[in-house]
């Protein structure tokens, strides 16, 4: 459910197909930068209503990560 949710959010806001995400692939290799990397961040909090990190950010690599830290704090 997480991980459906993120990957609709990651391709609407970077235009990427759903092929595209999967959650192992790395935000380095879908093109995403340091500035994509906040952004996401940005809309993370929004939608979750959860505070990342910067520690928390430094941990995201992958989809993957990122889907195990939402699981931690929600």
């Known amino acids: 459910m997480l991980f459906e949710?993120?990957?609709?959010?990651i391709c609407e806001e970077f235009e990427l197909s759903e092929d595209e995400v999967t959650p192992n692939v790395s935000f380095a290799e879908i093109g995403m930068d340091s500035l994509d990397m906040v952004d996401l961040v940005m809309s993370i909090?929004?939608?979750?209503?959860?505070?990342?990190?910067?520690?928390?950010?430094?941990?995201?690599?992958?989809?993957?990560?990122?889907?195990?830290?939402?699981?931690?704090?929600?």
Not at 5 to 9: A, H, S, V
Not at 53 to 72: H, I, M, N, Q
């Open 45 to 74: 909090e929004d939608e979750f209503c959860v505070e990342v990190t910067d520690e928390a950010l430094e941990g995201f690599r992958t989809v993957a990560d990122v889907v195990k830290f939402l699981e931690s704090v929600l």
């Open 5 to 9: 949710k993120l990957r609709t959010m």
